[in-house]
């Protein structure tokens, strides 16, 4: 497949994003080691002032490697890399032309995501790793099956709206950031919390947090990287 010149970006190959390659990789990985993701599922980065993103290729998340990285732009067509786009690179695709502030996106089958997916309570944060979530919770995207058109990867992006994440029925969900790091961090918490749900639910109702609540708790944004350089910690020599 030849690559691409389209959405301003520069060489797949260009030094200047040996970095960004680099985090993506590692977000994989973590994702990988938390649990979140098994065989399936992937994340995204949008190359900075270009309508162009990177993922990883057709492959497990756990396995991912610099090799495996491929260039999209927002409508698909292929800029460089490795030439087997996942199959539902819609996700990224769409919301990151929906959404210009949106920097990362994951797609994982958490679960707990899956299993609030699918049942008739709402997953509403009880706890303050849901600050980035609606005292209601996050919305369901309730289309089944995968995301492999521009249309369903419309019609999700619509859902998601201008929030942080969105849950796919009998899917997984669809998490958003502005870094990798914070996209990754959010996944995991969104797990932790849906988990923390199911568990407080088997004992009647749960004290739910309110809008005014979440908004007490802000470690995330006094120390945003202390999770993400926990996470990496926990992969050890895996990526030295």
Not at 3 to 31: M, Q
Not at 39 to 57: E, M
Not at 99 to 123: A, Q, Y
């Amino acid at each position: 497949m030849a690559s691409s010149s389209r959405a301003g970006a520069p060489a797949f190959d260009a030094p200047e994003l040996g970095a960004v390659k680099r985090t993506l990789v590692t977000a994989c990985h973590i994702l990988d080691r938390e649990g979140i993701t098994d065989g399936y599922g992937h994340v995204s980065v949008r190359v900075p002032g270009t309508t162009a993103f990177l993922t990883i290729a057709n492959v497990s998340p756990g396995c991912a490697t610099l090799d495996q990285l491929i260039m999209l732009d927002c409508d698909g067509n292929y800029l460089g890399g490795a030439e087997t786009a996942p199959n539902e690179w819609p996700i990224h695709a769409c919301v990151l032309k929906a959404r210009p502030d949106v920097m990362s996106v994951c797609h994982t089958h958490s679960v707990w995501s899956t299993l609030f997916s699918v049942l008739p309570v709402k997953l509403r944060p009880l706890h303050h790793y849901g600050r980035f979530l609606p005292a209601d919770g996050p919305p369901v995207y309730e289309g089944a099956g995968l995301v492999r058109t521009v249309e369903r990867g419309d019609a999700l992006a619509a859902v998601l709206g201008d929030g942080s994440a969105v849950l796919m029925r009998a899917h997984g969900d669809t998490v958003v950031g502005n870094s990798i790091e914070q996209a990754v961090q959010r996944t995991v918490r969104l797990a932790r919390v849906a988990e923390l749900a199911h568990l407080a639910l088997l004992h009647g109702e749960p004290r739910y947090l309110s809008a005014e609540e979440l908004e007490t708790f802000s470690a995330d944004e006094r120390f945003p990287a202390r999770g993400w350089e926990y996470f990496v910690s926990r992969l050890g020599k895996r990526e030295t």
